[in-house]
């Protein structure tokens, strides 16, 4: 450390932007000083993105921080945090960047705020490489709210690869606390529903198609359920650009919700983007979790900044897991452990990601 500016090594790991995303958000709950080295060092265009830029820039904002080293390209960041206020704040990657990324970042901060946010949020919402905006309003927002918190998200306008040009906006309320979370009965699958788009120039077919063919394939594997995916052509003032893509959520008698999703791209089947959401949520639905893969990652920070045990059964831990984990720890109190799930039937292979949270306090309220 020098003075005391926590080092992070962007490499390692993952080595992506999501330990930017960790362990920037971190330091400005934390008021600790950051350098980030070796930022993306594990992709095959490193340093920043415009995606990345904008998730720093909108933390420097809403701290009113000082950031070094914010240019696209750059590999090494030195962030220095200020005090966490509320208000509009407006982050726009002015590419298909994600938006869902941006919220990632974003959302942990402005809940230890003075008073109400509101994040303008510009980008793409359904991008590759990134949550949906679908997923994050239909799974992820029913469920990080049980850390006892909500918000809202106004989906204004779609944005696709490779324009962007999509805004939502997110208003969240400051809290005391968080509450430490128990997910770990799966329960059985109750229903399965979801959504099939198209925007722009493409035909609705394409949406039908999508839908037909992920039904098709959850239908071999689960019989006695009606699954219920509406293909919907998205209003042309609501869209910007052209765009396709599908996701399927399961619900449980437990309340849990897993997805599979899938984006259209030119040259792409439409069966095989429905067929490929449709086996990402069978996948899900086999290991026996409570969480999907794609939401696993994500509520790491909200383990570690809450107060009390959290416990979450899961599949197999993926390495944005272990990469958001490894950084929780190293800049709060919090302690993760992570274990094989003995009660289960010894052909599923599910953990239990337990966390003793660092108990974060507003110091504003």
Do not use: W
Request: net charge neutral; aromatic share 4%.
């Amino acid at each position: 450390m020098d003075g005391d500016r926590v080092e992070v090594d962007g490499g390692i790991m993952e080595g992506g932007g999501q330990i930017l995303r960790v362990s920037t958000a971190l330091s400005c709950l934390l008021g600790l000083p950051l350098r980030v080295r070796r930022i993306r060092a594990g992709r095959s265009q490193a340093g920043l993105r415009p995606q990345h830029l904008s998730g720093l820039e909108i933390i420097r904002d809403l701290c009113e921080g000082k950031l070094e080293g914010g240019e696209i390209g750059s590999t090494e960041i030195t962030f220095t945090p200020g005090k966490i206020k509320g208000g509009t704040h407006i982050a726009d990657t002015k590419t298909a960047g994600s938006v869902c990324l941006l919220m990632q970042v974003a959302m942990p901060c402005v809940l230890f705020a003075a008073s109400p946010s509101e994040l303008h949020l510009k980008g793409g919402t359904n991008a590759e490489m990134a949550p949906q905006i679908d997923y994050t309003v239909m799974v992820f927002k029913p469920i990080v709210e049980k850390f006892n918190f909500t918000f809202n998200c106004d989906i204004k306008k779609r944005g696709y690869y490779p324009q962007g040009g999509g805004e939502v906006v997110i208003q969240i309320s400051p809290v005391k606390e968080l509450s430490p979370i128990n997910l770990t009965e799966r329960g059985t699958v109750t229903k399965i529903y979801g959504r099939a788009f198209v925007a722009g120039a493409l035909p609705i077919k394409l949406a039908k198609d999508m839908a037909a063919a992920a039904v098709r394939c959850i239908r071999k594997e689960i019989r006695d359920l009606y699954i219920n995916i509406q293909p919907v052509r998205e209003p042309d003032d609501q869209a910007f650009g052209t765009g396709s893509g599908i996701i399927v959520v399961a619900e449980t008698s437990t309340g849990c919700l897993l997805a599979g999703s899938s984006l259209g791209k030119r040259g792409k089947n439409s069966d095989k983007v429905g067929i490929e959401a449709a086996e990402m949520l069978l996948r899900n639905l086999k290991h026996g979790g409570t969480v999907d893969d794609s939401l696993q990652d994500q509520l790491i920070i909200f383990m570690a900044l809450a107060n009390g045990v959290s416990r979450v059964k899961s599949g197999p831990i993926t390495l944005h897991t272990q990469t958001a984990i490894h950084f929780a720890e190293q800049l709060t109190k919090a302690k993760f452990t992570v274990t094989k799930s003995e009660e289960d039937d010894p052909s599923k292979d599910t953990y239990i990601i337990e966390c003793q949270g660092m108990g974060m306090i507003n110091p504003n309220l």
